[in-house]
């Protein structure tokens, strides 16, 4: 299972770090990351992290912003957004997969936590 949590309701240019908890069999050597969907649109990739750390990655939009984490002993991962825009505003997912990049597609991926809500005001 994964679940989320951390959403809010914030202004532009405000920070907000989401967590995800993993548990079970789907942690264990899988990449976790993050897609979301905002009103109206697809689910589209965030950011990604292997399952050792060493490697990253984030969409374009977020780039600089955002920052993922994991805290493997834990089984948490983490987003920390900076400078949020109302443009980020949308569900956010926690999501795991054997290897995730960011042209990775939704409909690609194994295993979904429940989103959390994020909306940015401007």
């Known amino acids: 299972q994964l679940q989320a949590s951390g959403g809010g309701e914030m202004q532009a240019g405000d920070s907000l770090r989401l967590s995800c908890v993993g548990s079970?069999?789907?942690?264990?050597?899988?990449?976790m990351g993050w897609f979301r969907r905002a009103p109206g649109k697809e689910r589209e990739f965030v950011a990604a992290?292997?399952?050792?750390?060493?490697?990253?990655f984030y969409a374009d939009s977020v780039k600089g912003r955002f920052t993922i984490s994991r805290d493997t002993e834990k089984d948490i991962v983490y987003l920390q957004m900076n400078s949020l825009k109302p443009e980020d505003a949308a569900v956010y997912y926690c999501?795991?997969?054997?290897?995730?990049?960011?042209?990775?597609?939704?409909?690609?991926?194994?295993?979904w936590g429940q989103g959390t809500q994020v909306t940015v005001s401007s």
């Open positions: 999501v795991a997969h054997s290897y995730i990049t960011a042209a990775t597609l939704a409909n690609q991926i194994d295993y």
């Open positions: 079970g069999r789907i942690v264990g050597g899988y990449a």
């Open positions: 992290i292997t399952w050792t750390g060493q490697s990253t």
